[in-house]
């Protein structure tokens, strides 16, 4: 059964970095799927963060390209997310998702992790 | 940037009926289009892709059709489980890629 697991600090200082980590059970991160980030602010909808491959190969929404960086961890089985220059803006539940096509950095999300909520505030 | 939008907001159905929720996209996505189920606190499901096929294991009463700009997401017979937020998002554009804001149902 595969299953994703969100972690990091639940709380972060505006203009600092947000640092997550997806590790990934019952799969192995190298075969073959991308895998991305999501975020949803409180009571609002979703929003796709970006996808990594194994390789290293990265895909980032054009609207916060600047500020978020996808690094993956083949050893550990893990991906992670920072995002930069943090607002209140960016507070929201960070989910880690899969792609449901092989090699589609981007398509329909058939496996989520549980979610972690990020809060930015002083 | 592909916009989608679904409505109604907040759809009121009593148990036992049917309920059809729209997804509209502001240029054709083709038949790359899914649905999502969320309860609170949890994440959310694919219920539906390729704005047809139901997704593994889902039951048979929720049924996804349109193509181009217009979708629907028809859940035939309400059971209290399915009181949820929907929402569609489009594969066929990205990036980015966009989410629907949702539809809300809930018990009338």
């Known amino acids: 059964q595969v299953q994703l697991q969100e972690s990091g600090p639940g709380l972060v200082k505006p203009s600092e970095t947000l640092s997550l980590t997806c590790a990934v059970s019952g799969y192995s991160i190298s075969s073959g799927y991308y895998w991305g980030w999501i975020r949803q602010p409180p009571g609002k909808g979703l929003e796709w963060i970006g996808s990594i491959y194994h390789s290293g190969s990265t895909y980032y929404n054009p609207s916060l390209k600047s500020r978020v960086t996808i690094s993956v961890d083949t050893s550990k089985n893990q991906f992670s997310l920072k995002l930069s220059s943090v607002t209140a803006a960016d507070t929201a539940v960070y989910y880690c998702a899969r792609p449901g096509r092989w090699l589609q950095p981007y398509w329909y999300f058939d496996l989520w992790g549980r979610g972690t909520l990020v809060t930015v505030s002083s | 940037e592909i916009v989608m939008t679904q409505s109604p907001a907040t759809l009121s159905v009593s148990p036992g009926e049917r309920a059809t929720l729209s997804c509209r996209a502001s240029?054709?996505?083709?038949?790359?289009l899914a649905w999502y189920q969320q309860k609170p606190g949890q994440a959310p499901r694919l219920l539906i892709y390729g704005a047809s096929t139901r997704a593994t294991g889902i039951p048979a009463r929720f049924s996804g059709s349109g193509s181009g700009t217009e979708f629907t997401l028809t859940i035939s017979s309400l059971q209290s489980e399915d009181f949820a937020v929907y929402y569609c998002?489009?594969?066929?554009?990205?990036?980015?890629?966009?989410f629907g804001g949702g539809t809300k149902v809930e018990i009338k």
């Open positions: 998002q489009q594969y066929n554009n990205w990036p980015p890629g966009t």
């Open positions: 240029q054709s996505v083709s038949s790359n």
